[in-house]
């Protein structure tokens, strides 16, 4: 059974930083492309990032939302079956329930492509 378990959420102030981490259990997840999303209260679940992995020619290609680019740099440690999202210059408006997902098939922007969500992790950035 695949379970996906995001940690690393929590309070921050503007200008500083969170690291998330989405370990993957159930089977090996090295060659699949993985995504992290976000939903803030009221608005719709949007991408975040997203990163290929070995199965797509060229593995660990990462792609990122405008709205985070330059802050945001998403990782993989395939040995741990872990996928990370580091946070840098935070702002309140990135504050939201972030997810990770299992990329299925399709266009990595979409909520669509991915077939295994994780629960969330909160985080909240305060001016």
């Known amino acids: 059974q695949v379970q996906l378990v995001e940690s690393g959420g929590g309070l921050v102030q503007a200008g500083g930083s969170l690291r998330l981490s989405c370990a993957a259990s159930?089977?090996?997840?090295?060659?699949?492309?993985m995504g992290w999303f976000r939903q803030a209260p009221g608005k719709e679940r949007e991408f975040v990032s997203a990163?290929?992995?070995?199965?797509?020619?060229?593995?660990?290609?990462?792609y990122y939302a405008n709205s985070v680019k330059g802050r945001f740099t998403i990782s993989r440690d395939n040995a741990k079956n872990t996928v990370y999202l580091q946070m840098n210059s935070l702002k309140p408006e990135d504050t939201a329930v972030y997810y990770c997902a299992v990329h299925y098939r399709g266009s990595y922007y979409l909520l669509s492509a991915y077939n295994y969500w994780g629960q969330g992790t909160q985080v909240t950035v305060s001016s």
């Open positions: 159930g089977r090996t997840f090295s060659s699949d492309s």
């Open positions: 990163i290929s992995g070995s199965i797509s020619g060229s593995g660990g290609s990462t």
